[in-house]
T-cell receptor
Framework: AQSVSQHNHHVILSEAASLELGCNYSYGGTVNLFWYVQYPGQHLQLLLKYFSGDPLVKGIKGFEAEFIKSKFSFNLRKPSVQWSDTAEYFCAVTGSGNTGKLIFGQGTTLQVKP | GAGVSQSPRYKVAKRGQDVALRCDPISGHVSLFWYQQALGQGPEFLTYFQNEAQLDKSGLPSDRFFAERPEGSVSTLKIQRTQQEDSAVYLC?????????????FGEGSWLTVV
């Protein structure tokens, strides 16, 4: 079955700490991978996406993610978090045919302490 | 408008009532999607339109759920005889085309509480 698993449900960090959020997927065939962020009271926004090419993808606000095909993983990283990064983060996958039918993980709540 | 607009933002319905949730996609966006997000969970796909054609409704949880997009722009998600398990945030998203490389834009969602 197609699925996305996010290992960390709730992460608490201090400002300037490094961040890594795990994401593993189960999906047959070619995949497109995404990280979305949802700030409190706001809509889902795209952080970054991987379709093909360089497996290290850079997104907005200093975030990056690495696609490791052999591990079916797409972990999100940021070297130094800020208080404003407090939000919920969702990993998602879709097949190459329709990039709108996303399968989401259950999300990780990140709380950054000032 | 600049983004995907959804209304109402908040809806409280008594069990058994019918509700209708509206989505205004970004102007010119061909593809429109509905998702359901239960508390503490990620969004789950419900249905997909390309223009006025409903191409995929595999995620609709029961025949009480019905979606339409008659003129290929505004879409309505209707839930008949609401049940408590229908309580969730209903997200609408649109994209220029549901194809490789296009960014999907989400609305802020309609929060439905069934009491």
């Amino acid at each position: 079955a197609q699925s996305v698993s996010q290992h960390n449900h709730h992460v608490i960090l201090s400002e300037a700490a490094s961040l890594e959020l795990g994401c593993n997927y189960s999906y047959g065939g070619t995949v497109n991978l995404f990280w979305y962020v949802q700030y409190p009271g706001q809509h889902l926004q795209l952080l970054l996406k991987y379709f093909s090419g360089d497996p290290l993808v850079k997104g907005i606000k200093g975030f990056e993610a690495e696609f490791i095909k052999s591990k079916f993983s797409f972990n999100l990283r940021k070297p130094s978090v800020q208080w404003s990064d407090t939000a919920e983060y969702f990993c998602a996958v879709t097949g190459s045919g329709n990039t709108g039918k996303l399968i989401f993980g259950q999300g990780t709540t990140l709380q950054v302490k000032p | 408008g600049a983004g995907v607009s959804q209304s109402p933002r908040y809806k409280v319905a008594k069990r058994g009532q019918d509700v209708a949730l509206r989505c205004d996609p970004i102007s010119g966006h061909v593809s429109l999607f509905w998702y359901q997000q239960a508390l503490g969970q990620g969004p789950e796909f419900l249905t997909y339109f390309q223009n006025e054609a409903q191409l995929d409704k595999s995620g609709l949880p029961s025949d009480r759920f019905f979606a339409e997009r008659p003129e290929g722009s505004v879409s309505t998600l209707k839930i008949q005889r609401t049940q408590q398990e229908d309580s969730a945030v209903y997200l609408c998203a649109s994209t220029l085309r549901g194809q490789f490389g296009n960014t999907i834009y989400f609305g802020e969602g309609s929060w439905l509480t069934v009491v």
